[in-house]
């Protein structure tokens, strides 16, 4: 398969989850768990998905079906640190993984050491219309 047609793939999964989850992928009743990483420095300043400026120090994350502005809270259940964050971009691209943190965020549930640790999300407020 393509490049082009694995990013068309995922990009039609995309739309049909949230097509499907309509309400109910930002309603507090969505829920997901798996692993989560950090956006690297190099994409400071860079513009995200949303079209919003990636600032290191806001707490943001990427995740590949929830509408933009959605409120989820992560959670790591290593330690019970939870921290609340809005999506504002799609991602992560690497296999596996549920959510891209802000390094903010990803300090705040104790994750930047590790690079890559499980997490629990929970969707706490609808994205704006």
């Given at each position: 398969?393509?490049?082009?047609?694995?990013?068309?793939?995922?990009?039609?999964?995309?739309?049909?989850?949230?097509g499907?989850?309509?309400?109910?992928?930002?309603?507090?009743?969505?829920?997901?768990?798996?692993?989560?990483s950090?956006?690297?420095?190099?994409?400071?300043?860079?513009?995200?998905?949303?079209?919003?400026?990636?600032?290191?120090?806001?707490?943001?994350?990427a995740?590949?079906?929830?509408?933009?502005?959605?409120?989820?809270?992560?959670?790591?259940?290593?330690?019970?640190?939870?921290?609340?964050?809005?999506?504002t971009?799609?991602?992560?691209?690497?296999?596996?993984?549920?959510?891209?943190?802000?390094?903010?965020?990803?300090?705040k549930?104790?994750?930047?050491?590790?690079?890559?640790?499980?997490?629990?999300?929970?969707?706490?407020?609808?994205?704006?219309?």
């Open positions: 398969m393509s490049s082009f047609s694995r990013y068309a793939a995922r990009a039609i999964t995309g739309l049909l989850m949230v499907l989850l309509g309400s109910c992928a930002t309603s507090a009743a969505f829920t997901e768990s798996g692993k989560a950090f956006y690297a420095d190099k994409f400071a300043g860079r513009r995200t998905a949303s079209g919003s400026v990636y600032r290191p120090g806001q707490l943001t994350a995740h590949n079906t929830l509408p933009f502005g959605t409120k989820v809270r992560v959670t790591n259940p290593r330690n019970r640190r939870s921290v609340d964050v809005v999506v971009d799609r991602g992560p691209h690497v296999k596996g993984r549920i959510i891209d943190l802000s390094k903010k965020a990803a300090r549930i104790d994750i930047i050491d590790a690079g890559v640790a499980p997490v629990e999300l929970k969707v706490i407020g609808k994205a704006p219309r």
